[in-house]
């Protein structure tokens, strides 16, 4: 199955200041989806990530707060910009997993804006 | 709107019984649902799936039951094991989008000795 290494794994950032989250994954993939999970809360689509075109948001979510770069087939960063506390939640990605039948996600990174 | 439910936030079984964990639906438009596993400070972990045409799918020791006309599903665990003591999400895919996934909020389950 595919591996996908995401970074950082935490950060304590102040309020206002943006966050450049990083998922690498070690074979070529058409689409790479990024998740949020807020505390107590299930895991929420924020967009998915195609190469070449523009990031296809979710209800809720927007470029301007989110930007979402898809630079090639390995690789994605989802930025949280102009962070405020409401944003602290564990950010993940995720890729389709077509040897697994399933979907193949990132270690998360856990994001707490004070 | 919370389109999959997982309506134990928490469960408690002992090592060797069967561990069930219940998720239900409200969208007729899941056809593809799946099983995650997700331990502290990693990522969901890939379980089971099953399509909705058919009724059980099982691996190991784990089975996967989907009962469409009551849109409910259940993962069985047997034995229980320390070692699945985890957070537990159920997560729908609707026809047509291939890859949207809707997930519930989770059951913890706890294994104990």
């Known amino acids: 199955s595919a591996v996908i290494s995401q970074k950082p794994s935490r950060d304590i950032c102040q309020r206002g200041t943006s966050l450049t989250i990083q998922c690498q994954v070690d074979s070529q993939v058409t689409m790479m989806f990024w998740y949020r999970q807020q505390p107590g809360q299930s895991l929420t689509l924020i967009a998915t990530a195609n190469q070449g075109s523009e990031a296809t948001y979710e209800s809720g979510f927007v470029i301007d707060k989110f930007p979402i770069s898809r630079p090639n087939l390995t690789f994605s960063t989802l930025t949280v910009s102009n962070m405020s506390p409401e944003d602290s939640s564990i950010y993940l990605c995720?890729?389709?997993?077509?040897?697994?039948?399933?979907?193949?996600f990132g270690s998360g990174t856990r994001l707490t804006v004070v | 709107d919370q389109q999959v439910k997982q309506n134990s936030p928490s469960l408690s079984v002992q090592e060797g019984r069967i561990s069930i964990l219940n998720c239900d639906y409200t969208n007729s438009m899941f056809d593809y649902f799946l099983w995650y596993k997700k331990y502290p400070a990693e990522g969901p972990t890939f379980l089971i799936s099953i399509s909705s045409i058919k009724d059980k799918n099982e691996d190991g020791r784990f089975t996967v039951f989907l009962n469409k006309s009551a849109k409910h599903l259940s993962l069985h665990i047997v034995p229980s094991q320390p070692g699945d003591s985890a957070v537990y999400f159920c997560?729908?895919?609707?026809?047509?989008?291939?890859?949207?996934?809707?997930f519930g909020t989770g059951t913890r389950l706890q294994v104990t000795l």
């Open positions: 995720s890729v389709e997993d077509g040897l697994v039948g399933g979907y193949t």
């Open positions: 997560a729908a895919i609707p026809t047509g989008t291939a890859s949207k996934l809707t």
